[in-house]
């Protein structure tokens, strides 16, 4: 049985930091691309930040140089580095899986397996 599990969000004010952990069972991480997704109350979901097996790095353009995506292939978890949280990322993150990368992260629905999703809130 394959699960996402994640875990690190929580209330930080405007300007703090968060690392959000996707810890992996039932599957080889390093055989999937991986994806950070959020979904704001009210609005749609949209990627935050994607890698794939070999390490390449994608991210939406409102995160760039405040969040970075990594993984520990030797723990099976991929990771989501928060910094300069602002009001504006609060939403409740969840990772995902995809076992082909088509050269995009962005569509939902190639993806093969979600986890449960965390809330992060900012406050300001």
């Known amino acids: 049985q394959v699960q996402l599990v994640e875990s690190g969000g929580g209330l930080v004010q405007a300007g703090g930091s968060l690392r959000l952990s996707c810890a992996a069972s039932g599957l080889t991480l390093t055989s999937y691309a991986m994806g950070w997704f959020r979904q704001a109350l009210g609005k749609q979901r949209e990627l935050v930040a994607g890698?794939?097996?070999?390490?390449?790095?994608n991210y939406a353009d409102s995160v760039k140089g405040r969040l970075t995506i990594s993984r520990d292939n030797a723990k099976n978890t991929v990771y989501l580095q928060m910094n300069g949280l602002k009001p504006e990322d609060t939403a409740v993150y969840s990772c995902?899986?995809?076992?082909?990368?088509?050269?995009?992260?962005?569509?939902?629905?190639?993806?093969?397996?979600w986890g449960q999703g965390t809330q992060v809130t900012v406050s300001s």
């Open positions: 890698i794939t097996s070999g390490g390449y790095t």
């Open positions: 995902a899986a995809r076992r082909y990368y088509s050269g995009s992260f962005l569509n939902p629905r190639e993806y093969n397996y």
